[in-house]
């Protein structure tokens, strides 16, 4: 059974800085693609970032310029210059063959 283990959500000023992890129990070279979604209260869930097993990037216009999406041995999501807009739960996503694997989420509150 694979698990994703997200961390590194939490209250932020607005123009702050936070960094995601995701953790999967399995190795990061058997991950086919990889993706950050997140889903605002009342809002349906959407793609923040994803990166292919051969490195390729997409990233939503509201996040370009301000998020990265990266990977080593876990998933990671840098998210600068942080709005109001960006407050949710934030999902990690991978991709193992033709199964999608979900963590649990982590709260990102942005607010003064």
């Known amino acids: 059974q694979v698990q994703l283990v997200e961390s590194g959500g939490g209250l932020v000023q607005p123009g702050g800085s936070l960094r995601l992890s995701c953790a999967a129990s399995?190795?990061?070279?058997?991950?086919?693609?990889m993706g950050w979604y997140r889903q605002a209260p009342g809002k349906q869930r959407e793609l923040v970032a994803a990166?292919?097993?051969?490195g390729g990037l997409n990233y939503a216009d509201s996040v370009k310029g301000r998020f990265t999406i990266s990977r080593d041995n876990a998933i990671y999501l840098q998210m600068n210059s942080l709005k109001p807009e960006d407050t949710a739960v934030y999902y990690c996503?991978?991709?193992?063959?033709?199964?999608?694997?979900w963590g649990q989420g982590t709260q990102v509150t942005v607010s003064s």
């Open positions: 996503k991978i991709r193992v063959g033709l199964l999608d694997y």
């Open positions: 399995v190795s990061i070279f058997s991950i086919d693609g």
């Open positions: 990166i292919t097993r051969g």
